[in-house]
């Protein structure tokens, strides 16, 4: 097995960190296009294999295509970061040349490779890779709704006093502060509604949280948040390669299902060795409707900007 990382900044590089300490892969390459940085951070990864012991071996690349050659997973995390106060759709003019050809480039060395787009904004990057390259639909897999869905769990368990471990919730819809939906009324606390500890305005307060959780970091941090986005990659592609058939709220490209085509937005799928194979058809209240349909719209808003 063989793992591409494009952008070896502060999320590419935890997300190759977090999967050579899993040893989901013999090699993963880091590349960037900045001089000497995916070498250097491959080497100082390397130096932890003797402490934490570990086989996969990482390796730099700076800007050399030809060193992912034949890669099974590709992730895409090259692109600028938010700063305080920028909404991840501001990325989008740079961050759009730069997944483009970056696609282009994975794909001409490694054809068939799942591809994990992380790059923001994130679903409107994701329709853009799957309209330039034609890779088949199953094949293209954005991250967002694994992060979010890790936050809300965690505003949970805080309200709660309990493990995020016991808590069960998705996060579905655009990867956007206004437009990713927490499922409050289905998450659980060991099968447990979690409504049945909390009341309405807590339950609010975490779904707001959970919404601005990027933004959050962001103010407090002074750049975007690392740690989780470069697990929540790290778990896409463990149940990829490993083919655990996990359930993840993922950015696909939608033909109909949950009321919605020719669109890539976050809803529930089955992640197995071929990518995503099935979308999960969660049956939504009419509130939870409307709000997938008003997210809809502003993902849609968001493609015209690329002129396709
Ligand atoms: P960063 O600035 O630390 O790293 C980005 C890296 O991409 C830099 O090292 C840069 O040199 C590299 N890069 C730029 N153009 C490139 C190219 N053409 N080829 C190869 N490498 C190139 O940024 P960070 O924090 O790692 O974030 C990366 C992206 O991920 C941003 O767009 C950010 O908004 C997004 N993001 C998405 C999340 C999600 O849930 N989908 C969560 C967190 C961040």
Avoid at 106 to 132: F, Q, R
Avoid at 250 to 276: A, F, H, T
């Amino acid at each position: 097995m063989k793992i591409t990382v494009v952008g070896a900044g502060a999320v590419g590089a935890t997300t190759a960190d977090n999967i050579i300490r899993r040893e989901l892969a013999e090699e993963v390459v880091l590349l960037d296009i900045k001089e000497g940085v995916s070498e250097g951070k491959s080497l100082d990864m390397y130096q932890t294999a003797a402490l934490l012991g570990f086989n996969t071996k990482p390796i730099g690349s700076t800007n050399d295509y030809e060193k992912t050659k034949g890669s099974d997973v590709v992730v895409i995390t090259s692109g600028l970061p938010r700063k305080p106060g920028m909404t991840r759709e501001e990325l989008i003019g740079i961050n759009a040349g730069i997944v483009k050809g970056v696609t282009e480039n994975l794909l001409k060395y490694s054809p068939k490779a799942i591809v994990i787009v992380v790059s923001n904004p994130m679903d409107t990057m994701t329709y853009l890779a799957l309209k330039e390259s034609g890779i088949p639909k199953k094949r293209l897999i954005g991250m967002g709704g694994a992060l979010d869905s890790a936050r809300f769990k965690t505003y949970l368990a805080l309200a709660m006093d309990v493990s995020p471990l016991d808590i069960h919730g998705m996060v579905i819809g655009g990867h956007g502060d206004t437009t990713m939906i927490p499922l409050t009324r289905l998450a659980t606390y060991n099968g447990i509604p979690v409504s049945r500890f909390l009341s309405a305005d807590q339950l609010e307060k975490v779904a707001a949280d959970t919404m601005v959780g990027g933004a959050t970091l962001t103010k407090l941090i002074g750049t975007s948040a690392w740690y989780a986005p470069g697990a929540a990659t790290m778990m896409l592609v463990e149940s990829i390669v490993r083919n655990q058939k996990r359930i993840v709220p993922c950015s696909v490209y939608l033909n109909g299902e949950y009321g919605q085509k020719d669109i890539c937005m976050g809803v529930p799928v089955v992640l197995g060795r071929s990518g995503w194979e099935k979308i999960v058809n969660l049956r939504l209240s009419d509130a939870e409707k409307a709000a997938f349909e008003k997210s809809a719209e502003a993902v849609r808003s968001m493609n015209a900007a690329l002129n396709l």
